[in-house]
């Protein structure tokens, strides 16, 4: 009975790298998946019910007719959008999955394409059938690249963040079709960039824990003390389960040391509760590429990780579909190609800021940057990344650009939120070009000045 016991207990707790390692060939830059998606009409209906957000006149969320399942909603904490779920069938790679669960997703990107037929999609694969999975694979998320009609960069920052040691999400490439009959028969939407989820199989494969606790930060810029009481935390660090006690208590100690304790003090316990290598790795990443809707400047697009191995918090990238300065709000292109690495935060920021006053951290920091430089961040094999998703991407993009013409939408080249408003978004190569050049100038600057 022991041994069937313990035999159990092991099984529940491999189920998690099986499925990581189940999706293995699923993923990468090469990788361009044929993905068919059916609802039927009254589902098709639903889905568009897409009620909430920053307006001064939200749409209100319907409710359901006497006889008709529920709504079923997701609220996106960030412009407070809330989707309704809908049935569907997804046909993937040639395999049908019936009853799956579909809505759409997203904030800034969200808006940006909510006029247009193509836009973030999640797709539940055990939504309604929970012993379902595609490739061991529970979640497909399905980012439009609704400001990034290159399709570019969010592949090639998450696969620099990866190359960079960081627990990051990996992605692919979808070509995706739309059936609602009567309204759309194999309707092209066009090349989504298919991005793993944050789950628990993620975990696993990274922390070999998935038992912490898991959040993602919204409005927070930075690791903010709220006082001592968890309940003001939850609506601005949003816990994906409800803390236990000791977490709760461990993350407001963390807030309070990065804000509240003298410099003594923060030197000595940092290292404690925070995973300084890994922190160390995010800010120089996001700043290289630069990625500049993110933790250093809106408080926007990252976890963060309490691990149950080491009680230490570690930072994880989300949503890098305007990194290579496609955020022109945050800067001109040639300010972004000059972004200053050694501050990489936009203003101040105390857990930045207190870091990097420790000689010995910022010195593992520009450790830190000069490996990047040689190894992910290296032009030759960005500029390599960049040539082969191009041509990988050519043929697919120009039919989503007919496809668009066809039903009359925007033919949008840089972003329908910034082109003929804002600087465009400059081309990706040309960028990365630029980028390391600036990169390489600055390192260079940086060791002259250590040796004086």
Not at 436 to 447: D, G, Y
Request: net charge positive; hydrophobic share 40%.
């Amino acid at each position: 009975m022991f041994r069937s016991i313990l035999a159990c207990v092991a099984f529940v707790l491999v189920i998690p790298t099986l499925q990581g390692q189940g999706a293995k060939g699923v993923f990468g830059l090469d990788k361009l998946h044929e993905f068919h998606i059916e609802l039927s009409a009254k589902e098709w209906e639903r889905m568009q019910k897409v009620s909430g957000g920053p307006t001064l006149f939200p749409p209100k969320k319907p409710i359901a007719k006497e006889g008709e399942e529920p709504f079923e909603w997701h609220k996106s904490p960030g412009f407070g959008l809330e989707f309704p779920w809908a049935h569907a069938d997804l046909t993937a790679d040639k395999k049908t999955y019936k009853n799956i669960g579909i809505r759409y997703k997203g904030n800034g990107s969200y808006a940006a394409s909510a006029s247009a037929l193509k836009r973030n999609l999640k797709i539940e694969i055990d939504h309604y059938e929970v012993d379902q999975r595609f490739h061991g694979l529970r979640t497909i998320t399905l980012n439009a690249g609704g400001v990034d009609a290159s399709r570019l960069r969010e592949a090639l920052a998450y696969s620099i963040f990866r190359a960079a040691g960081m627990p990051t999400p990996r992605t692919a490439f979808a070509k995706v079709t739309l059936t609602v009959p009567g309204k759309y028969d194999t309707e092209y939407l066009g090349v989504y960039t298919f991005v793993e989820h944050v789950d628990k199989a993620f975990l696993q494969r990274h922390f070999q824990d998935s038992r912490g606790l898991l959040l993602k930060p919204e409005r927070t810029r930075g690791i903010d003390y709220l006082g001592d009481d968890w309940t003001r935390y939850k609506a601005r660090y949003f816990p994906k389960r409800d803390a236990t006690p000791l977490e709760a208590e461990r993350l407001i100690a963390f807030a309070k040391l990065v804000n509240k304790a003298n410099d003594e003090t923060f030197n000595k316990g940092i290292g404690s509760y925070l995973d300084i290598d890994n922190f160390l790795r995010f800010i120089a990443v996001t700043t290289m590429l630069p990625n500049t809707d993110s933790f250093l400047t809106t408080g926007h697009n990252f976890y963060i990780y309490l691990s149950p191995k080491t009680n230490k918090v570690a930072f994880m990238p989300w949503d890098l579909d305007i990194a290579f300065a496609g955020f022109p709000l945050m800067g001109s292109v040639d300010q972004q190609v000059n972004m200053n690495l050694l501050h990489p935060a936009q203003g101040k920021l105390k857990i930045v800021d207190r870091l990097l006053a420790i000689p010995e951290v910022n010195e593992q920091y520009r450790k830190i940057l000069r490996e990047l430089a040689g190894g992910a961040f290296e032009k030759k094999k960005l500029l390599a990344d960049v040539d082969a998703m191009t041509q990988l991407l050519r043929e697919p993009l120009a039919l989503e650009l007919k496809a668009k013409e066809v039903r009359k939408e925007t033919v949008d080249k840089f972003g329908a939120w910034v082109s003929g408003f804002i600087e465009p978004q400059p081309h990706v190569r040309n960028f990365v070009e630029r980028r390391t050049a600036s990169v390489a100038k600055q390192l260079e600057a940086m060791k002259k000045s250590d040796l004086k």
